[in-house]
C-alpha cells in the first residue's frame, strides 16, 4: 500500500515540506542497517487525537539507542515534544508515526563513533496493517523457515533497522507461499513472535505470550493487551511455546502497533478456531483503551495538545 503524503516531515528540529525531506545516498544507515526507530499510532478521541503510549515508545526509542551506542541528540521529552507537533501539524485526527535515528553522511566504514546522528519523525494515515478482516476472518500464518535473530547476533530489543532484514525475509517468504504472516522460531526453536507483532497463544483456557528471553521484542502492545487480558479475568502467562502448542491452541491472536489485535485462523495450515472469545473481548477492549473512552487506561493515551 503505497503511503499517503502529509505536508511535513520533521528533521533534525525542523518541519520540512514532505517533498524535501531528502537525504544522500551515502548516508551512514542506509549501507549498514545501524539506525533505530519506533512505530507509534495516533488515535481519535473525544479530546481530539492522542498518541497511544508516546512517552513509553520514546522511551524504547532511547534503549535501542543506547544498546546500539547511539547518541541521539534530544532528550525524551524534546521527542515527545516533536512528535507531538509533527502530529498536530498533519492536521489528522489519527495516524501512524514513525520516528527515527540515523546515522548520516559524512563518514562511511563500520565505526559508527564518528559518525553524526540524525532524527526524522514522519507521521501519515495507515489502517489495518494486516487487513480489515484480520480481526473477524483472522490471517493465515506460516512458521518460517528462517530463524529469529540469537541475542548474541543481533540484539531483538533494539528495535533496530538492521534487526527487520530478518523479518521482511519471512514475511516475503510466508507471502509468496500464500500465508498471511510469519511466526518467528529462536535458534533454540521456540516461538519468539512474528515479522512486526508478538504473539498470545491459548492454551487450556490460559493465555500464554513467549517471554522476551524467546528473544522477541518488548512489544508497548503486547503489554497493553496483557493488562488488559487480566483486568478482563483472564489468566496470563509469560512461557515458552513450541511449534505444537501453536498447532492445538484454542484461540491465538497477533499484537503490534501497526497490527493491532489480530486473530490467527491457522498455523501452517492447522485451522484454529477463529476469533476466539478472549481475542475478540481483548479486542474491543484494546480499540477502546486507545481512544481514551476507558478511563482505568486513560493515562496510556497522551494528547498532542
Ligand atoms: C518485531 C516486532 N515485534 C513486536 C512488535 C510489537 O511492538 P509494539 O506493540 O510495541 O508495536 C513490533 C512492532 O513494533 C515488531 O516490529
Redesign the pocket.
Known amino acids: 500500500m503505497p503511503i499517503e503524503k502529509t505536508e511535513k516531515i520533521w528533521m533534525n528540529g525542523e518541519l520540512v515540506p514532505w517533498d524535501e525531506a531528502r537525504i544522500h545516498v551515502l548516508t551512514h544507515t542506509l549501507h549498514y542497517g545501524m539506525g533505530v526507530f519506533?512505530?507509534i499510532r495516533a488515535y481519535e478521541t473525544a479530546a481530539g487525537p492522542a498518541v497511544f503510549r508516546l512517552t513509553d515508545?520514546v522511551d524504547?526509542l532511547l534503549e535501542s539507542a543506547k544498546i546500539m551506542m547511539m547518541e541521539i541528540p534530544y532528550t525524551a521529552e524534546e521527542m515527545v515534544e516533536a512528535i507531538k507537533l509533527t502530529v498536530r501539524e498533519t492536521g489528522l485526527q489519527s495516524c501512524y508515526i514513525r520516528p527515527i535515528a540515523y546515522y548520516g553522511y559524512g563518514e562511511m566504514g563500520l565505526n559508527t563513533l564518528p559518525c553524526t546522528v540524525d532524527v526524522a519523525i514522519a507521521c501519515w494515515p495507515w489502517g489495518a496493517y494486516l487487513g480489515d478482516d484480520a480481526l473477524s476472518k483472522g490471517v493465515s500464518m506460516k512458521i518460517s523457515s528462517w530463524v529469529r535473530h540469537d541475542p548474541n547476533t543481533m540484539p531483538?530489543a533494539a528495535?533496530t533497522t538492521g534487526?527487520?532484514v530478518n523479518?521482511s525475509l519471512a514475511k516475503v517468504e510466508a507471502l509468496k507461499s500464500g500465508y498471511d504472516e510469519a511466526i518467528m522460531l529462536n535458534p533454540q526453536g521456540f516461538v519468539s513472535?512474528?515479522?512486526?507483532?508478538?504473539i498470545f497463544c491459548c492454551r487450556d483456557d490460559v493465555l500464554v505470550m513467549p517471554p522476551l528471553a524467546a528473544g522477541?521484542?518488548?512489544?508497548?502492545?503486547?503489554?497493553?493487551v496483557a493488562t488488559i487480558a487480566v483486568d478482563l479475568g483472564f489468566e496470563v502467562r509469560p512461557d515458552m511455546l513450541t511449534r505444537s502448542d501453536l498447532y492445538i491452541a484454542e484461540e491465538m491472536f497477533v499484537?503490534?502497533?501497526?497490527a493491532e489485535v489480530s486473530a490467527v485462523n491457522s498455523v501452517d495450515d492447522r485451522q484454529i478456531p477463529c476469533p476466539g472469545p478472549k481475542t475478540v473481548a481483548v479486542a474491543d477492549e484494546f480499540a477502546k483503551a486507545v481512544r481514551g473512552q476507558t478511563d482505568r487506561y486513560k493515562d496510556w493515551v497522551e494528547h498532542v495538545g
Open positions: 519506533e512505530g515508545h524504547r531483538p528495535k534487526n527487520y523479518s513472535e512474528c515479522t512486526g507483532e508478538n522477541a521484542l518488548e512489544g508497548i502492545t503486547q503489554h497493553a499484537c503490534g502497533t501497526a
